[in-house]
C-alpha cells in the first residue's frame, strides 16, 4: 500500500503563489507517475501536471508556464509550484500516484485564490 498526503494549500489573493506537496509513503518501489489535479465545487476533477516516471513532464493548458511539477526523490515528495494564481485556481487540489498497475489517491487540499 502506498499512502498519499498532499499539503500546502489554503488562501491567496489573485497573482500570489503556493507550493503544494504531495508526500507518499508505504510501498514505493523507485519508478513512478504522479499527478496532481483538482476539482472546484460543481465540476469534474481535472488532471493539471503529471511527472511520468521517465521524468518528463506535461501539462493543462490552463496551468502551462505558470504551474510546475517536480520531484524530490530521496523523500518521495512531489510539490506543485503555482505562480501567478487566478481565481478559477480555487479547487480542491489532488494528487495521485500510479505504480505499476497500481493508483493511489491523496485526501486533497483546498486552495482558494480570492481577493
Known amino acids: 500500500q502506498v499512502q498519499l498526503v498532499e499539503s500546502g494549500g489554503g488562501l491567496k489573493q489573485p497573482g500570489g503563489s503556493l507550493r503544494l506537496s504531495c508526500a507518499a509513503s508505504?510501498?514505493?518501489?523507485?519508478?513512478?507517475?504522479m499527478n496532481w489535479y483538482r476539482q472546484a465545487t460543481g465540476k469534474e476533477r481535472e488532471l493539471i501536471a503529471t511527472?511520468?516516471?521517465?521524468?518528463?513532464?506535461t501539462y493543462a493548458d490552463s496551468v502551462k508556464g505558470r504551474f510546475t511539477i517536480s520531484r524530490v526523490n530521496a523523500q518521495n515528495t512531489v510539490y506543485l509550484q503555482m505562480n501567478a494564481l487566478k481565481p478559477e485556481a480555487t479547487a480542491v487540489y489532488y494528487c495521485?500516484?500510479?505504480?505499476?498497475?497500481?493508483?493511489?489517491w491523496g485526501q486533497g487540499t483546498q486552495v482558494i485564490v480570492s481577493s
Open positions: 495521485r500516484l500510479q505504480q505499476g498497475g497500481d493508483d493511489y
Open positions: 508505504g510501498s514505493i518501489f523507485g519508478t513512478y507517475t
Open positions: 511527472r511520468h516516471s521517465g521524468g518528463t513532464t
